[in-house]
């Protein structure tokens, strides 16, 4: 039983395959070396709109919006310019087949409550409360928790008159509290399913997330600092995007402030 932090690796992403990749590289290596996720993007973009086959819009069409600067005047490529431009007329459909897949560490319950209302375009796979068996003596060493920022050594609860708690002491008191009435049922011969029952929101937990490009941008939107979004998840939406514009440069634009009309 410990305290903590948060961990967000990307594990995969979307990647054009091989075959594909040497096609572009014997059209021009100019589209062979654009980011990946770019080059879906406007493949998925310019097939509503040309009569061109989807197989061979970045072959036939690449050079033409790669290879121009953004006639928008702003800055890129003109394909930078198109993705903006189908961004703002909130066609986001065609970023959806852009996707990621994270492994998040060391997040609390509370965490996981917000996070899964998010629903289309995510997937969860969840470590279990009822299968791994969270007892001080059993491999896991007993549940993990999250402190949230707020609860700190400088709020005080006045208890009596020559009696106080910190916070964090009262929060360090109610893990310790909630560990040892886990062990208790499970001694008593309860099930660690029904046992769970009483692990608080505070307890950590690990997962997989699959999430989409569009369903990403929507969700930065509502969960990044300063939107009114709780502490840890605020710091999950920048592990995100610093995950994402990292492996996928162009992204950073939409993240920065045309996600809001996603």
Known sequence: MAETKMNVELMFHTQLSAKFREKLRKAS??????PDG????LTAIRTCYSANKPSEIAIKEGAKYFGSAASDGDSGSDADRLIRQIVASKHTSTLEGITFNFA???VSRALLAQLT??????????Q???????GSGDRSGGFDYVVPEKVTGDKIAVVGDDYDLTADDIFDDAMKHAQESYDLLRKAGVPAEDARAVLPQGASTNLVMKVNLRALLDFYTKRRKGNGAQAEIADLAEALRRAVTEVEPWTAQFFEGVSASV
């Open 29 to 34: 290596e100019q589209l062979a070396e654009a």
């Open 117 to 126: 209302r998010h629903r289309v375009g995510f997937s969860f796979s969840v």
């Open 38 to 41: 770019k080059i879906l993007a």
């Open 104 to 106: 998040i560490e060391g």
């Open 128 to 134: 279990s409360q009822r299968y791994v068996r969270l």
